[in-house]
């Protein structure tokens, strides 16, 4: 827990929930829509070790572990989160965005994670960073997670917000299918994102609509493929150098 | 323009054939006792620069491989005159994939690549990653680890801002600055390597605590550390801090107000010039930050004389807390008692002079079979961390260096995220130097100070 310092605005004043007048779509007390599919966020494993077609003879290789979901958080969240919760929402409700943007909360390990549509992305950054009793002044890190290649909506593009005046983190995550791994930029809102995104593109081909140059950062303009995605290998890419091929270490001549 | 098919001839652009000799006027000469002396003008420099002032711009490309771009850094520039009115940095030119690599690796071993990514702050990079483990893992190092990676994370601290002036000054054409840092830096590295082992990289600071206990005589090292840098700081504030050219060469240029730095998501010094006091060992304290009395340095100015002024008191903050560590230090573990998750070394030189002690590698080959199995699959296998991700920030000596780190309850990381400050704080080189001159750009550069091994990663 983050201490706040003693001049901070006042939960409750100026332009704060308590002021505004009650629109029917805050999800207080209640819990804010399910995604229609649970949130898959890890693999499923068999066996204990990892290994298969070793003729594991342990008698533990059919042990099977179903794939982590991070699971949706139940009011009260405890800590400053409700407080900030409440505030979120009316803020929401106020810039006229509907509480079904709002897929998921998190709990976990002492930060709050929202999953968030991603057609509000633009929007509820707008309002974290606009609204007086919000104030994410500072976009911490947006990066690219990609959970494995069984993985329904296996992509996800994870913002970080920092909120200086109240000393708070929350994490936003927009889940994509791998098909049509589409978001929204929030460059418009906070420039910092500009060459996050453009990272986020590189390694996991997560296309940023709406941002001003969306081109690789990292690999050469010319590479082929996203490095970060779990489908790439780890070296063993064949590079050409002047006009003649570099092969994959593991193909190299060796001198031992 | 020569027409002549030589080879030397196209490339200098000079006439050789007897007819060329003539035709083209040399330089103004004139005969003396010791031979033919020419007089060679300026003239056509003066030229060229009024083309370019009139209606002609340029594109120059600077780096990567320049001496004064801080790194493999590419700035394309497009100019009028010596006015910069566009800048573009290319990055990319020392991607090694540590992010990917370390998907593959186990979480201790995850240590040994982020130490290679911020080269200048190894031990801020194996803080905060080992920080994220440890929250993912629910754990806290001991109270002594906690202290000694303070005391380690200060002393990086300096010789980081230490290679700031060094390398700062050397790209201002001030070699002193960089004979005088790196001296000093020196006197860092090696009281980091008679502490750690290595001058660079060190890999030290292990999720859970730390790699080993500091040797017997660290405390004498490090204060004799301390009385030497208190002798030598006060030479940088006669040296440059007074001087009217280093002075000039910073004050009013890259201005970074604090509403761009916000937006531009800039932290670390170049946030706290703008007179933001934002520094997350105060604000969001972790490992016993709290306990420690220091100052933020700020300055409203915004410029680059207020980031080396800062950098400068951060290096005198820095020493102040070091020298409370040692007063607080008390004997006790420096990894957490969960033998599971302790990586089992206890090292000390042996007679081949590398490696495990031969007393504890007797220890575990004879003590029990379940213990070497254990130390096998810990080391080997590695231990299970709990599905989830967290995101921990911690204060490297060039502002937020946060990990995110996402586990799917295996023994490596499904992912490793660094938002590096290095990375963050370059997008803001258009905003400093768009309409200053060419000049300025470097400096600009300098105050950034970024280590191009953390940019591209």
């Known amino acids: 827990m983050i201490p706040v310092p003693e001049e901070k605005p006042e939960t409750g004043a100026e332009q704060s929930s308590a002021e505004r007048p009650e629109s029917g779509l805050e999800p207080r007390g209640a819990e804010p829509a399910r995604p229609v599919e649970p949130v898959v966020a890890g693999r499923e494993r068999r066996g204990m070790f990892g290994v298969s077609g070793t003729g594991d003879t342990s008698g533990y290789g059919g042990l099977r572990l179903p794939a982590y979901s991070p699971p949706p958080a139940e009011r009260p969240y405890g800590g400053w989160f409700d407080a900030f919760a409440d505030e979120f929402y009316a803020a929401l409700a106020d810039n006229g965005i509907p509480a079904e943007s709002i897929l998921q909360v998190t709990v976990d390990r002492g930060e709050i994670t929202f999953y968030v549509a991603r057609e509000h992305l633009v929007a509820i950054c707008r309002t974290l960073r606009d609204d007086a009793g919000l104030r994410f002044e500072l976009c911490s890190s947006v990066s690219g997670v990609d959970y494995g290649v069984d993985v329904p909506q296996r992509l996800h593009s994870v913002y970080h917000l920092t909120s200086m005046t109240y000393r708070r983190r929350i994490r936003l995550e927009v889940t994509l299918d791998v098909e049509d791994p589409h978001v929204p930029s929030i460059v418009d809102v906070y420039p910092t994102a500009d060459w996050h995104e453009r990272e986020t593109y590189d390694m996991f081909g997560i296309v940023y609509d709406g941002h001003p140059a969306l081109t690789r950062i990292l690999m050469p303009d010319d590479w082929d493929g996203h490095p970060q995605r779990k489908d790439y290998p780890l070296g063993g890419i064949p590079v050409e150098y002047k006009g003649a091929e570099i092969p994959p270490p593991d193909t190299r001549r060796s001198y031992s | ?457």
């Not at chain 2, 200048?120 to 994220?132: D, H, V």
């Not at chain 2, 080993?212 to 490090?222: G, K, L, R, S, T």
């Not at chain 2, 840098?229 to 009217?244: A, C, I, V």
């Open chain 2, 1 to 457: 323009m020569t027409t002549s098919d030589r080879l030397a001839d196209a490339t200098t652009g000079t006439d050789t054939t007897p007819e060329g000799a003539d035709s083209v006027g040399y330089a103004e000469h004139r005969e003396t006792t010791e031979g033919r002396v020419y007089t060679v003008s300026g003239g056509d420099w003066d030229d060229v620069l009024s083309d370019a002032t009139h209606d002609e711009r340029m594109v120059i490309n600077m780096g990567p491989q320049h001496p004064s771009t801080h790194g493999v850094l590419r700035l394309v520039l497009e100019m009028e005159g010596e006015t910069v009115t566009q800048l573009r940095s290319v990055i990319g030119y020392l991607h090694t994939g540590i992010e990917k690599n370390c998907e593959y690796r186990t979480w201790t071993q995850g240590v040994t690549f982020v130490t290679r990514m911020d080269y200048l702050a190894p031990l801020s990079n194996e803080m905060g990653y080992c920080l994220a483990v440890e929250k993912l893992l629910g754990i806290e190092a001991p109270r002594r680890a906690q202290l000694l990676r303070v005391l380690l994370l200060e002393l990086n601290r300096i010789g980081s801002h230490l290679v700031y002036i060094a390398t700062g000054g050397m790209e201002l054409g001030a070699t002193t600055a960089m004979t005088l840092g790196f001296r000093e830096r020196e006197e860092v590295l090696h009281l980091l390597e008679h502490l750690t082992g290595l001058r660079m990289n060190h890999a030290f600071i292990r999720p859970g605590g730390l790699a080993q206990d500091m040797p017997e005589d660290f405390h004498e090292a490090v204060t004799e550390f301390c009385k030497v840098m208190d002798e030598r700081l006060p030479l940088y504030d006669k040296l440059f801090t007074g001087q009217p050219i280093w002075r000039n060469r910073l004050k009013g240029v890259g201005y970074l107000p604090v509403d761009a730095c916000l937006a531009l998501g800039v932290t670390g010094p170049v946030l706290r010039s703008a007179g933001l006091p934002w520094d997350l060992r105060k604000v969001e304290p972790y490992s016993s930050y709290d306990e420690f009395e220091f100052d933020v340095p700020t300055s409203t100015d915004a410029d680059c004389w207020a980031r080396y002024l800062i950098r400068v008191e951060e290096m005198h903050q820095s020493l102040r807390i070091i020298r409370q560590v040692l007063k607080k230090l008390e004997p006790g573990p420096v990894m957490v008692e969960d033998k599971k998750i302790a990586w089992p070394a206890q090292l000390s030189i042996s007679s081949d002079g590398m490696g495990n002690s031969l007393e504890h590698v007797r220890k575990i080959m004879g003590q029990s079979m379940e213990s070497l199995i254990h130390h096998f699959k810990l080391v080997t296998e590695g231990f299970h961390v709990p599905p989830g991700q967290v995101y921990v920030p911690v204060e490297s000596p060039r502002g937020e260096l946060g990990y995110h780190l996402v586990s799917d309850g295996g023994t490596r990381p499904l992912r490793v995220h660094v938002r590096e400050p290095s990375f963050v704080n370059l997008q803001s080189m258009p905003a400093m130097s768009e309409g200053g001159l060419v000049a300025d750009v470097i400096a600009a550069i300098a105050s950034i100070d970024p280590v191009m091994g953390g940019v591209d990663r």
